[in-house]
């Protein structure tokens, strides 16, 4: 399904998730990213690099201190400016833009889109724009690196689900998950009830399985050259949950 096959959304604004989450987001994603900048700076072997959808800078930044020279792009004039007041904020070159259209001339030796964020893109026309616009930055033989999570495809086998995600002396947290098969999107609305009223945190996104992307890379004149079921090159396999693709331009 294209966006013109549905209605208007607020997801279709690329600012609209940056916007819901820049407050909250370090605290909400506390990952280490040790092993990615490790894998994205072996790749990147000094750079130059590109990181869509950069956020708060999780990544760029430790990858910077590497030596890497990163370039990062967020929709979110408010997640850019997290990342800029942190420590070492301006080693990162920070561009406002959709990762749709990656607005950055390149070459890039290494570009990268981690933690699910392509799923954000909710139709596939638009996530074959950034494989394709990701081919266009990039230098010969260099890498496009995605991490994302496989479906699970009994986690969908309901189009509605409820569940309780948090219950305090003083607020109640649910989720409302709202999924549509054919189109490969779901959409979530965490609700919490407390003193002050009533607070919604929506997040929707498309999901894909592997061999999509492959073809989506395909198309865009990429090569799938390595894939891994984490960012410590453990070994892909059928009962894998996520993956670490690496696509290649041709040299």
């Known amino acids: 399904m294209s966006g013109t096959d549905r209605p208007a ?3 279709d604004d690329p600012a609209f998730f940056g916007h819901l989450w820049a407050d909250a987001y370090d605290e909400s994603t506390d990952l280490d990213p040790t092993e990615a900048v490790d894998f994205l700076a072996a790749l990147a072997d000094g750079g130059p690099a590109l990181e869509l959808a950069v956020g708060t800078g999780r990544v760029a930044l430790p990858l910077a201190r590497r030596g890497v020279e990163v370039t990062g792009v967020d929709a979110s004039r408010k997640m850019i400016d997290k990342m800029l007041a942190k420590p070492d904020g301006g080693r990162v ?4 833009g959709d990762l749709t259209d990656v607005p950055a001339e390149g070459p890039f030796r290494l570009v990268y889109l981690v933690y699910n964020t392509l799923f954000n893109l909710r139709d596939a026309d638009k996530q074959a724009a950034c494989f394709r616009n990701v081919a266009r930055v990039l230098e010969p033989g260099g890498a496009f690196v995605i991490e994302c999570y496989v479906p699970d495809p009994p986690y969908y086998d309901q189009s509605r689900q409820l569940s ?10 649910i989720d409302l998950h709202a999924h549509d098969r054919n189109a490969q999107t779901f959409m979530r609305q965490s609700i919490t009830f407390d003193a002050d009223g009533v607070h919604l945190l929506p997040h929707s996104e498309r999901y894909c399985w592997p061999n999509e992307l492959d073809l989506m890379a395909s198309l865009a004149g990429l090569r799938l050259t390595e894939r891994y079921a984490g960012w410590g ?3 892909f396999g059928p009962e894998s949950r996520d993956h670490i693709s690496v696509y290649r331009a041709p040299s």
């Open 93 to 96: 070159e920070a561009v406002v």
């Open 233 to 235: 090159r453990e070994p």
């Open 164 to 173: 309780v995600r948090e219950v305090t002396e003083d607020s109640a947290t």
């Open 9 to 11: 959304s607020k997801f």
